[in-house]
Structures are given as C-alpha cells and as structure tokens.
C-alpha cells in the first residue's frame, strides 16, 4: 500500500476497518457544512448487510446531526496515516433497550492520505498564521504561513533573506501563532528559497522533520481546519458558527509544546501545596485543550485502546518483529485527548489492576502519571505535545519484563539476581531498538533507560548512581514505585492503596528521589483519587473527585464497617452531605477491589 492511495478493495477496506475495530480507535464524524464534529467508535462490521455499525456518537447532544441524512465524512488514524470516507450516510438504528446505533454502509472507496499526494491546503488571504523559525544566524524571523499538507508547507517572509535562509541546511524549529493564540511548535528543513522581487518578499517550501504521532495528528487536522475555513467562507461568508477554533482571535494562550523541564533536584524543596500554588496549577490546567479537537473521546475505551497497543508492541517485540510504534503513538495521542476531556475519571481508571494485564496496565498508568505530574508542575507553560511523548514513554518504559519468565505479572520492586540479569540484558536491546526508531522522543529514551536505576547504584540496568541520573529519569523511577506499591494482591484480587506505597518510598531515601516523592504527596493530596477512607457514619468509601486543592468532593460508598459487609455501592456529594472524612482505610481488610472504580460517578 502507498501513501496517498485510493484505497477501492472490498478485501483490504474491511481488513483496515477490522483492525479498526480491534484497536478501539476513535473515528471522527464531519456532517458537511456544520462546522462541527462528532467522535464514535466501530461496535460491529455486518459482512452480509455491507454496513458498519457505530456506537452513539458523542457528544450526544450533537448526535441529531447523524438522523437528518445529511451527507458525513469519516476520519480515523490507521498506523499513522489518515483514513478518510466521504459522502457517508448514516442510519439511526434503536434496538429494544433504547440503544442508538449508526448503520453506515461500506465505504467503496478510502483515502489513505499521508505525505507526498496528500492535500495542500492555502490559509485565506485575511487569516493571519504567523510563522516564526531562526535564521542562519540565530535570529528570529516572523512571517506568515501560506499554504499546509501534512508534508510540509510554504512560508512568506517581507524582504529580500536568501542570504540568511538557506535551502538544506539543518531541521530548524518552525513555531506556528494562530488568532487565538494558540502556538504549534515543529521542525522542518528549508526546500526551496526563493525571492520574488515584483511583491519583495521571501517565499520559502519547507518538509517537515521528525514529527511523532500526536504533532502528524494536528498538522493532519489544522490541514482539514483550513479545508473547512475556506469552505465556510466560500458559501456562508465566514460565519462564525463554522469558523475553527484556531482561528477565532482571543486573548487565552495556549502552550503546545513547552519542553520538559527538570523536576527540581534538591531534597529540601516545598512541594506545590506548601506554597499555596496547588490550585492555582490546577486551575491552570484547565487552559490545556487541543485547540483542533471539537468532539469528545470515549475515556474507557481509550484506556482500553492503549491496553490493546501494550499488547501488540509485546507481541511484537516478542516476536522479534518491528514495533508498531504508530499505534502506541495513536494510543497515547488519545489518552492525551481522555486526560484533557477528564482528567480525574482517567486517573481513576489507571489505579484498576488485573492479573492478566499487569504490566501493559502498569505501564499506562505510569505514561499519565507522569504526563499528569509535569502538568501539574508545569501547568503555565507545558503543552500538549510534551505531555503526549511523556504517556508514550511510559507505555514503553517496562517492554522488556515482557521477555522474562511471568514478566507480565511482575508486581515487585526487586528481582532475584537471575531474573535481574535477564531484565538487564533484555533492557539494553531494548533501548538499542528504540534509539534506532527515527523521530524517537528522547524522553521515551531517558525513561526507558533509568525508570528502574535507583540512586544508590543498585537499579537496572547500568547501576547509575544519583548524580549520573537525568532529572526526569529520578521522576520516572519514584512514578513507577509509586503505582507498583500502590496496588496490593490477595487471591487474584487488587487493592489500591497509596499510602503503603508512600510510607514504603519514603523510608529508601537512599534510592528514590524525596523532592520528586514528596511533590508526588502534595499532588495527590491527603486523600488521593481512589483511595479508601474512613467517614464519620463508620462506612468505607472510595474517593472519586477532588476539587482544586486536592480535598475530597465526591465518595461512592461501599462498605459498613458496623455490618462488617459490603453493601451495593452508591455516590455521595460530600458537600452536600453531613459526613466527614475521619481517615484513609486499609482496603485489603475490608476487601474492596480497584474494580469498583471502574463506573463513571453517579450523582
């Protein structure tokens, strides 16, 4: 198959739609000349009746866009490259219990748009893209941006800067400032610099370079932004109902991409909460959105998407085959896109463990733990993109238990000495594989390499001591003790309980970060999500939200401590009630499971 193929067999359109299914990938729905669109995902493929059939369509209250016949278009991800179904008509289909489905009749063709043939979009004449990128001697230059393909694009400079743009020189750094403020950050090489002296100005054909899974994502659908801008100003005069949100001028700023900063290094250091900043950080990662994305996720089945991508990258690796890094990257672009949408609801899901799934669970929990740390950390200038290669490194952060005996159902910190000799050698193929992986993140290599090194020596692979270790990889390590002493097993069951793991880290300071642990307990706060606690009526619940400065909102209660029993669980406004929290409970004795946290809350 060739990138920016028609795709027109019935065989190889219904294997790309099976796997589509499999993966648990989220399609977008356009109805043409809304201007909005709608997120579903593929519950069924009837072979006999040629249809699809798509789950309702969220959000719900745009699903009466589906039921009129207007004419759709399907967009979905398919190892990296966009699939695209045109001039789609969806059928409402009611079953008995009141459940709404989307019967859509096979697609005879696809697009499978990436690179060379893909659609070069021009940006109006009145929509100012400023586009600024350094020149040969390290100056910024501000232009504007012309025209965008998910291969590259065309620039425009005033002036005559052929001597300070050069064609083929390094990948340079292109930042992207949109109406609204929102900023796009990426790399490309210069192609072709040309002056044109009649309008004296500068025009420059840029390739992109290095762009991973979440940056070929947005570039994807700033190119259909632009499609639907000019749309809309071609046949409705730019109504603003059907304007992007890109290009709507405002004052709130968005961060796309602020690098990772280091955690801070010194022991000593006040977490968040003594500083009185927690909430103002929590408030302030509600700036966070993805600006190109309108519609909803579905924020179980991406935790279930990137359980399914675990699961092929083990396989993979097994197998000894190429990693299929596009998925885990789609994967990890769509926990990004839960996070934003909920992010408590996300957490909440990561803190469930069971037997079979272990580690690819473990693993993901990690990726958001420490996406959701820096962002908290960070929360006035990190962007989306870095948050994003921070949940992909941790999906690949523990690949290599996978190669040892039972290693999916590692739930130790420490290994016996041969297991630790297998796990080490296992470790350095693995770093060497990725590292060959083009437009690798290099947090994903600092991570994987140092996410079990302990500051004393003792840690795997290399025995690195404290001050030969990366700033991220000490966070890297304290996350991935935190989640795995977290989850305690009795008789195939798991219980979440932070505080054990808390007290365990705390008393190795001799090989976990502190000021990383202790910014972990101020992030979390007294009652972290999930956690049991003890009320004042002598029942048991489970944290299920907190507000901006940690403090438990929300409780399903499950449990009577007078009764000794459980009791058929139930959610409670704690604002709104007359209990009080009196302390956090060992979930192992009274027996409640992680499981329990699975339902969104109900009140």
Not at 10 to 30: A, C, D, G, V, Y
Not at 301 to 311: D, E, L, P
Not at 398 to 403: E, I, N, Q, V
Not at 572 to 582: K, P, Q, R, T
Request: proline share 5%.
């Amino acid at each position: 198959m060739t990138e920016g193929q028609l795709i027109t067999s019935r065989k190889e359109i219904l294997l790309m739609f099976r796997r589509i299914q499999t993966r648990l990938s989220p399609i977008t729905i356009r109805p043409r000349e809304s201007g909005l669109s709608l997120t579903s995902y593929l519950v069924e493929i009837d072979t006999e009746q040629q249809q699809l059939i798509l789950d309702e369509a969220l959000p719900k209250n745009r699903n009466h866009l589906l039921q009129d016949g207007r004419s759709l278009i399907l967009e979905t991800l398919y190892d990296g490259c966009r699939l695209t179904s045109t001039e789609v008509v969806a059928k409402a289909v009611t079953s008995a219990q009141g459940e709404i489905t989307y019967h859509i009749p096979l697609p005879k063709k696809l697009h499978y748009l990436q690179r060379r043939q893909s659609f070069r979009a021009q940006v109006r004449t009145m929509l100012e893209i400023m586009a600024r990128l350094p020149d040969a001697n390290y100056d910024m230059i501000n232009g504007r941006l012309k025209d965008l393909s998910v291969d590259g694009c065309r620039l425009e400079f005033n002036g005559d800067l052929t001597k300070q743009l050069s064609p083929g020189q390094m990948p340079l750094p292109l930042t992207l400032i949109f109406p609204n403020a929102a900023q796009l950050d990426l790399h490309l090489v210069l192609i072709r610099v040309e002056y044109n002296d009649t309008r004296q100005k500068t025009y420059c054909g840029c390739r992109f370079e290095a762009l991973d899974g979440g940056q070929r994502t947005r570039v994807a659908n700033l190119v259909t932004d632009l499609q639907r801008d000019q749309i809309n100003h071609e046949r409705h005069g730019g109504d603003p109902a059907g304007t992007p949100v890109l290009f709507i001028p405002g004052e709130k700023s968005v961060f796309m991409d602020a690098e990772v900063k280091s955690t801070p290094d010194q022991a000593g250091s006040t977490p968040p909460s003594e500083q009185n900043g927690s909430s103002n950080n929590a408030r302030k990662l509600s700036a966070l959105q993805l600006q190109t994305q309108d519609a909803p996720v579905d924020i179980r089945r991406a935790h279930q998407s990137a359980v399914i991508a675990m699961k092929d990258l083990v396989a993979a690796l097994r197998m000894q085959k190429l990693l299929p890094i596009e998925q885990a990257q789609e994967a990890a672009h769509n926990l990004l896109r839960a996070w934003l949408q909920d992010r408590q609801y996300l957490l909440l899901l990561t803190r469930m463990r069971s037997a079979d799934n272990f580690l690819f669970e473990h693993s993901i929990a990690v990726g958001v733990l420490l996406a959701d740390f820096v962002a908290f950390k960070q929360a006035d200038q990190v962007r989306p993109e870095s948050l994003e290669r921070l949940i992909f490194s941790g999906l690949c952060h523990d690949l290599a238990k996978s190669l040892i005996p039972e290693g999916i159902e590692e739930k130790n910190l420490t290994l016996s000495d041969d297991r630790a000799a297998q796990l080490r050698e296992h470790m350095d193929d693995l770093i060497n594989q990725l590292a060959r992986i083009p437009g690798i993140p290099k947090e994903t290599l600092v991570i994987t390499r140092q996410s079990l090194e302990r500051l004393d020596g003792s840690g795997l692979p290399k025995g690195l001591t404290a001050e030969e270790l990366h700033p991220l990889g000490k966070l890297a390590a304290a996350v991935d003790a935190y989640d795995t002493l977290s989850h305690r097993w009795i008789k195939e069951d798991v219980h979440y309980h932070p505080l054990l793991a808390i007290k365990q880290m705390l008393s190795i300071p001799d090989q976990l970060h502190t000021a990383s642990i202790r910014h972990l307990i101020a992030q979390q706060g007294k009652y972290p999500l999930g956690s049991t606690v003890r009320l004042s009526d002598q029942t048991l619940g489970l944290v299920m939200r907190q507000d901006d400065n940690q403090q438990p909102t929300h409780l399903r209660l499950v449990y009577s401590l007078a009764n000794t029993s459980a009791f058929p669980s139930r959610d409670i406004s704690l604002l709104d009630s007359n209990l009080a929290i009196e302390a956090l409970s060992d979930p192992v004795k009274s027996g409640i499971s992680s499981s329990l946290l699975r339902l969104p809350l109900r009140t």
